[in-house]
């Protein structure tokens, strides 16, 4: 694919704003959701059938996918629903998370995070600026979500060059796109978690009418503080580098005060739907890697979607949704505001899906997306900055009896440019650049059925990623990570090959899957430990002084040849199925192993061995489960980094429910790191100052009406 030089202009910024601007004023974006037919059956809203509509547009199951999905939703959701995005879908195979604390985590998806992930909220980005730093939290709370569907391995087909290492959808029907035949149906929930002294609630209400008016009303408040710890913060190693004990018993930081409230709706008819939704939400969190600092996050979200149903007989629907996103984000020491990030965005998608043409079924789609980005202050360390992408993608899947063929590409066309900042204390941005990339994707999987229970799949993909604002022009203190960053303004599109192979059993006494994967990139963006000192800002030794007077680690945006080569799994024994009653035990495990190709060189924050067991029984309204999990030492390190070791994690919990349907109320409790380890996430930036949380519950009452 082709790269504009350095110095040129970016025409995709200008000649592209008609495009832009024409994706949002026609039927401009399509949902990221494909849906079963819009119409319910029942009082309630018909409750979504097994499938994924995040990895196709073709509603499909887990096991008819080419590549590996994770769902949660319903009491699965609920059991591992905890503070952030991240620790949330943490225990899921192959799946970890960045953990800056109990209040910003992103997930890690086969050692692959930041822009390699792209993080949705029902189909189009989040508009946040959590994939510049590990200390940024999603703009979403997990209280207000019915379900999560993750899509691991390369996803960039569907939803470009940030998910080059998979995908995750939040999905809360905040716009309804089926009849809601009861006046008012909702959920209210309360939970109490020990470890943070954290009180939060939620409530959720919808309803309609039989002319076809629907309302969604969600809401939640979330407070916590300091969590409590086993024993010291700090590792022996930091204590001896800082030279003294540190916090004990509590770590500091880690409190926050966060609510937001959606309301939505929507017109649904015979063939189709449209509405429209606003968002408010707010989060003021402790930034446990530096003492004193809160960070307060401010967004305000608009939605329209809708779609049209068979509009001509070659067409079986236009699926069609547009966001926009006004985004605040002030960090303040000691009551004073330091560094503030202001971002005004919006993603649309079109999608349209066409009828079979004897055994080919698929659709044609287009994507756009524009963000304008602003860092203010001393410790800014990103210029002003304008990125945007349009892109055009097609999907078809080919279907036999036994045996199906998944194919199809995405082209990207992207721009970046940086605004010049003059009189900038050290003179970082003295001028105005802009880069602009055309990258392409393209992925064939194969789906096999040799019987009804069993299904092996085979993904081959090639995808391509523009390099970000940060990536090419970063250059000042990163205080949260305690680094001096420095961007690369030459950097051409990174690139990655990827295989997948999956087995799965679907019924039987056994069921689950293994998977094993494979990715090779060329041109790995990432940092790495800097010799730089030619600007006047940095020392010989490697050190850039601090506002403050501290000195960080200098580290460089380089290009790596790069693999990545990993399995994962979760196998389910069914050992009682009679009656009322219900045994089973969950088999999980997964692992990555990634190197710097010509060096050999381990690469930085990658997950080690994890492997574990979960029971879980259910006799009618009573439930039970009781997990533990080993993680592995970490002894496999880059440079800079230190051994991180290994431990067990137990947890186990209770439910009961009262009833069903409206006037349902549930009760549970849960027992979390039951043996009070000291665990460290490797994955976390801040793994020498802050383990995981200690031993404690989590209490839990939910009301359906």
Excluded: C
Excluded at 20 to 48: D, F, I, M
Excluded at 414 to 424: I, K, N, R, W
């Amino acid at each position: 694919m082709k790269t504009s030089p350095a110095t040129s202009r970016v025409p995709s910024l200008r000649s592209l704003r008609t495009p832009l601007l024409v994706g949002l004023l026609a039927p401009g974006a399509a949902s990221a959701q494909t849906q079963p037919p819009l119409t319910s059956t029942n009082s309630h809203v018909t409750e979504l059938p097994p499938v994924v509509i995040t990895a196709t547009p073709i509603p499909s199951s887990l096991f008819d996918l080419a590549q590996p999905v994770n769902v949660l939703e319903d009491t699965k959701l609920r059991e591992q629903l905890r503070s952030t995005l991240g620790e949330t879908l943490s225990r899921q195979p192959g799946i970890n998370s960045t953990y800056f604390g109990p209040n910003a985590s992103r997930p890690i998806i086969r050692g692959l995070g930041g822009d390699r992930i792209r993080i949705l909220q029902n189909g189009l980005g989040t508009m946040d600026v959590s994939n510049t730093s590990d200390d940024h939290a999603v703009a979403v709370d997990p209280l207000s979500l019915t379900r999560i569907e993750v899509v691991r391995g390369p996803a960039a087909l569907m939803y470009g060059p940030n998910a080059i290492g998979g995908v995750v959808n939040q999905i809360d029907n905040r716009i309804p796109d089926r009849m809601i035949k009861d006046a008012i149906t909702g959920v209210v929930e309360g939970r109490f978690d020990s470890p943070s002294n954290g009180k939060s609630g939620s409530l959720l209400v919808e309803g309609g009418s039989k002319h076809g008016i629907n309302y969604h009303f969600d809401a939640f408040r979330r407070h916590a503080g300091n969590v409590s710890i086993p024993g010291q913060a700090w590792t022996p190693a930091e204590q001896a580098t800082r030279g003294a004990n540190g916090p004990r018993d509590r770590l500091p930081g880690s409190q926050s005060i966060s609510d937001g409230a959606t309301g939505g709706a929507s017109y649904v008819w015979d063939k189709g739907y449209f509405g429209g939704a606003f968002q408010g939400y707010n989060n003021d969190y402790g930034a446990v890697a530096e003492p004193g600092v809160n960070i307060r996050i401010h967004q305000r979200r608009w939605d329209l979607a809708g779609a049209f149903l068979q509009p001509i007989e070659a067409i079986q629907s236009i699926r069609w949704k547009v966001g926009r996103a006004n985004y605040k984000h002030t960090e303040y020491d000691a009551g004073a505001p330091g560094t503030i990030f202001n971002s005004d965005a919006y993603n649309g998608r079109l999608e349209v899906l066409h009828k079979e043409f004897g055994r080919v079924e698929g659709s044609l789609g287009y994507e756009t997306r524009q963000d304008r980005l602003t860092a203010i202050g001393a410790e800014a360390f990103l210029p002003p900055s304008q990125s945007a992408m349009n892109s055009l993608f097609a999907f078809e899947e080919v279907k036999w009896d036994k045996l199906s063929l998944q194919f199809g590409g995405r082209v990207d066309f992207v721009g970046v440019e940086a605004s010049a900042v003059p009189g900038h204390p050290n003179n970082f941005f003295p001028t105005a650049n802009s880069r602009s990339f055309t990258t392409g994707n393209g992925s064939l999987g194969v789906v096999y059925r040799p019987v009804e229970s069993y299904s092996t799949a085979v993904n081959f993909s090639f995808s391509q990623r523009a390099p970000t604002t940060q990536e090419l022009y970063s250059k000042g203190p990163h205080t949260a990570l305690g680094t001096f960053e420095i961007g690369n303004p030459n950097f051409n599109p990174e690139s990655n090959f990827g295989l997948d192979l999956s087995v799965r059993r679907e019924t039987g006494h056994v069921t689950g899957s293994l998977g094993v994967f494979y990715n090779r990139f060329n041109n790995f963006m990432t940092l790495t430990p800097s010799t730089f000192n030619g600007n006047a800002a940095v020392d010989d030794t490697g050190a850039a002084p601090a506002p403050g007077g501290d000195s960080f680690r200098v580290m460089e945006y380089r290009g790596l040849a790069a693999e990545f080569i990993g399995a994962e799994g979760i196998i389910t024994v069914h050992l009682l199925e009679q009656g009322p009653h219900r045994l089973h035990v969950d088999l999980k495990s997964d692992y990555v192993r990634a190197r710097d190709v010509r060096s050999g060189a381990a690469l930085p924050r990658i997950s080690p061995l994890r492997y574990g067991a979960e029971v879980g029984y259910s006799q009618g309204a009573f439930s039970a489960n009781f997990e533990a999990q080993r993680v592995e030492r970490q002894s496999r390190i880059s440079a800079g980094e230190l051994a991180t070791p290994g431990y067990v994690m137990l947890n186990a919990g209770i439910a009961y429910k009262l009833g069903e349907g409206k006037g349902a109320a549930e009760l549970s409790l849960r027992g979390m790191n039951l043996l009070d380890q000291e665990a460290r996430n490797h994955v976390s930036f801040l793994k020498e100052i802050a383990p995981l949380p200690g031993r404690g519950v989590l209490v839990s009452l939910r009301l359906t009406f």
